[in-house]
């Protein structure tokens, strides 16, 4: 994934850039990067690998080393941006959000057809920022430029593009899988991913755009530059996992979306009389915490934290370069509350289940401190197919998700004919998947959410909303 940010003002933007920006770092974890335009510099730049440390470390002295009054901000957990470009149509910096499944023969296309040339990365890649605006460039105008690349793209493309004259060009992605929203304050305007990330900084609500909507930002106003399409398609996984808790997309905000999603599973579980015995309700944290409020509300079930996530001086699990060590440090976060877990027949609530792998080890964690049971759900279905929009499940075959591999372990190849019916909890195979990960993982008992239950809970028409990592239907 990956959020940005970037202000036009008529005082000095870097700071609010900054720290716009910062409030995107649980959108991505490898590289950070700052771009502004000033009238007598010009456009400047600076990116940093934020691997190991969060974005406001490693760009602390941007504020002594960049000025301007416009500047765009980017976290990704993919190339390296914003990205300078001199192009037919001026210099300016690019930042885009998604995934370009496509690229090999758009590069392979563009350089037949225009005998050009990319930069290339280590191991001879391309960064996508730079192939977006080779696309760009191909047209007469910025706006018919990013019309055309978010065509000819398969995947998802959102885009900031901060010009030489110091406007920001804003585009959201053709069918909305991913938010964009301006902000408004007494000095400017500013565009992000997070809503919530401006209102922090003095700005209030000014529009939402609409998909594949394209609009040019200035420290006196916003210029459409080109309408929204009306087909939408917006990730329901914003919602149930990665979306900040104080996030708001489409009206509906992530927080209040979780207790909703978390009441209608224990509803589903109280009709089943899956509810007996349990102690207590609790959350895998962070983002499964607000869903198992939510369970325990409608429940009545006390909600508890049996564990607590020891964060000041590990705040990520990722940030050794040895997958030992971050398996040993993830182990390390998870300081037991040892009389909530002794004897206790424990409730969990998951944001999801993808490959399973961490989840066993927490179980494990919680049996080896005395718990009596660990029951789980998931906040979200089954999940049955690898993104392919904004590669969230960062799986690099869909055998890897617990689901599939299951299937296959029950039934082989033939049974992957039949993920619907292992989605629904009714059916036989739905069943025998749910036992089957039980044996596995150690789960006392196991449910997902209903696809038409997480719908429910979003609030949004369904077909607004993109659920092909549950139901594989574009």
């Known amino acids: 994934m990956g959020g940005f940010f970037g202000a036009a003002c008529k005082k000095d933007a870097i700071s609010d850039v900054f720290f716009g920006t910062d409030y995107h770092s649980h959108l991505g974890t490898r590289r950070g990067g700052m771009a502004a335009f000033d009238s007598t510099v010009g456009l400047q730049r600076d990116i940093h690998n934020i691997e190991n440390s969060p974005f406001r470390t490693k760009f602390e002295h941007v504020f002594d080393e ?51 040339h990319f930069s290339a990365m280590t191991g001879g890649a391309i960064n996508s920022s730079e192939l977006v605006a080779a696309l760009i460039s191909q047209k007469n105008s910025y706006t018919e430029g990013i019309t055309f690349a978010q065509e000819v793209i398969d995947g998802t493309a959102s885009i900031l593009l901060l010009k030489d004259n110091g406007a920001i060009i804003a585009a959201r992605d053709k069918v909305g899988r991913l938010p964009l929203l301006i902000g408004k304050s007494d000095y400017g305007y500013c565009a992000s991913f997070e809503s919530f990330a401006y209102k922090k900084l003095g700005y209030c609500d000014e529009k939402e755009l609409g998909p594949g909507e394209i609009v040019e930002i200035t420290a006196d106003g916003i210029a459409q530059l080109k309408p929204p399409s009306k087909e939408m398609k917006i990730c329901s996984f914003l919602w149930s996992y990665y979306g900040y808790s104080t996030s708001e997309y489409e009206g509906v905000n992530v927080e209040l979306m ?42 009545h079930i006390p909600f508890a934290r049996p564990f607590i996530k020891y964060t000041p001086t590990w705040p990520r699990s990722f940030m050794s370069a040895r997958q030992d060590d971050r398996k040993r440090v993830a182990k390390m976060k998870q300081i037991p509350v040892h009389s909530l877990i002794e004897d206790k027949n424990l409730l969990f609530v998951d944001d999801s289940i993808v490959r399973g792998t961490q989840l066993k080890e927490t179980v494990e964690f919680l049996y080896k401190n005395g718990a009596k049971s660990v029951h789980m759900r998931s906040a979200c279905p089954p999940i049955m197919y690898g993104c392919k929009y904004l590669n969230f499940t960062r799986a690099t075959s869909e055998m890897e998700l617990i689901t599939r591999s299951t299937i296959v372990e029950l039934e082989g190849e033939e049974g992957l004919k039949y993920i619907d019916e292992y989605s629904d909890s009714s059916t036989e195979r739905g069943k025998a998947m749910r036992n089957r990960i039980c044996e596995k993982l150690n789960f006392a008992s196991l449910e997902f959410q209903s696809l038409e239950g997480i719908i429910k809970a979003i609030g949004l028409e369904p077909c607004k909303l993109c659920t092909y990592c549950w139901n594989g239907k574009e």
């Not at 590069?107 to 005998?115: A, E, Q, R």
């Open 66 to 116: 960049m000025k301007g009054n416009s500047a765009i901000g980017c976290i990704s957990d993919s190339d390296p941006q914003p990205l300078l470009i001199k192009s037919k149509l001026g210099t300016y910096a690019i930042s885009i959000i998604g995934i370009i499944n496509n690229s090999k023969e758009l590069i392979d296309k563009y350089m037949t057809t225009s005998g050009g």
């Open 258 to 299: 979780r207790y909703r999603n978390g009441e209608i599973m224990a509803e589903n579980d109280a009709a089943n009389g899956m509810l007996e015995n349990i102690d207590y309700v609790a959350g895998i944290p962070d983002s499964g915490t607000p869903h198992a409020i939510g369970y325990a509300n409608k429940s």
